[in-house]
C-alpha cells in the first residue's frame, strides 16, 4: 500500500539556519504530494503541494520539489524564522478516480524547533 | 471564513461512555473524513465520505462510527470508547478532486 516516509525528529535549528526535511514516498501511479504544517494548539494547514513529476511548491519560502526518479519530496527553507517551530508532516493522495477515496496518507510527522 | 469546527477541543470520558464529536464545514464540501494522530504513527484515516448518506471505513474503523445526514456535519460516534481510543482526532474536508483539505483545530480526547 501507499506509505510516507519522513526524518525522525525532533530538529532543532538556530534562527537564520538552512533547513531539510526529508520525505520519500512508496504509492503506485501518480500521487499528489503535500507538506501540512501543525502549529502548537492547531489544526493542520497545507503548507505547500505538488500534483506532477517535477512540480516545485512553494510557500512562505519553503520549497519542495516533486522528484519521481528518487521518489522524494524533500522540505526546504534556506532561513528559518522562529515562527517556523511546528510539527511538519508530508502526505501524499493516490491519483483516484471520480468515486475513490480522496485520504491523505501522512508521514509520522518532525517536530521542528527553532531557538533564537 | 472558511473552516471546519469540531467539538469539544478536549474531552475525558470513562471506558463504556457513548460520546459523539461533531464536525461541521461551512465550505459546501463534498468530501470529509476523520483521522487519528498518535505518536509515531502519523494521521490515519478512520472513516470518509463523498456525500450525503455515503461513508465508508478508512484503514483504522474499529470501534467507530459516523453518520453523514447533512452535507455540513460529520459527527464521530464512539458507541463504548475503550482507553486505546485515547488520541487526537481531525476532521478534514475538501471538493471532490479538490487538492487542498481543511482540518479542523482537532479534538483531544482521553478515555479512562
Known amino acids: 500500500g501507499d506509505s510516507v516516509t519522513q526524518m525522525e525528529g525532533p530538529v532543532t535549528l538556530s534562527e537564520e539556519a538552512f533547513l531539510t526535511i526529508n520525505c520519500t514516498y512508496t504509492?503506485?501511479?501518480?500521487?499528489?504530494l503535500f507538506w501540512y504544517v501543525q502549529y502548537p494548539g492547531e489544526g493542520l494547514q497545507l503548507l505547500l503541494k505538488?500534483?506532477?513529476?517535477?512540480d516545485k511548491g512553494s510557500n512562505k519560502g519553503f520549497e519542495a520539489t516533486y522528484r519521481k526518479e528518487t521518489t522524494s519530496f524533500h522540505l526546504e527553507k534556506g532561513s528559518v524564522q522562529v515562527s517556523d517551530s511546528a510539527v511538519y508532516f508530508c502526505a501524499l493522495r493516490r491519483a483516484i478516480s471520480n468515486f475513490g477515496n480522496e485520504k491523505l496518507t501522512f508521514g509520522t510527522g518532525t517536530r521542528l524547533t527553532i531557538i533564537p | 471564513e472558511a473552516q471546519v469546527t469540531q467539538n469539544p477541543r478536549y474531552l475525558i470520558t470513562v471506558t463504556g461512555k457513548k460520546l459523539t464529536v461533531t464536525c461541521s464545514q461551512n465550505m459546501n464540501h463534498e468530501y470529509m473524513s476523520w483521522y487519528r494522530q498518535d505518536p509515531g504513527l502519523g494521521l490515519r484515516q478512520i472513516y470518509y465520505s463523498m456525500n450525503v448518506e455515503v461513508t465508508d471505513k478508512g484503514d483504522v474503523p474499529e470501534g467507530y462510527k459516523v453518520s453523514r445526514k447533512e452535507k455540513r456535519n460529520f459527527p464521530l460516534i464512539l458507541e463504548s470508547p475503550s482507553p486505546n481510543q485515547t488520541s487526537l482526532y481531525f476532521c478534514a474536508s475538501s471538493t471532490l478532486g479538490g487538492t487542498e483539505a481543511f482540518f479542523g483545530q482537532g479534538t483531544r480526547l482521553t478515555v479512562v
Open positions: 505538488a500534483t506532477k513529476a517535477d
Open positions: 504509492a503506485t501511479g501518480y500521487p499528489s
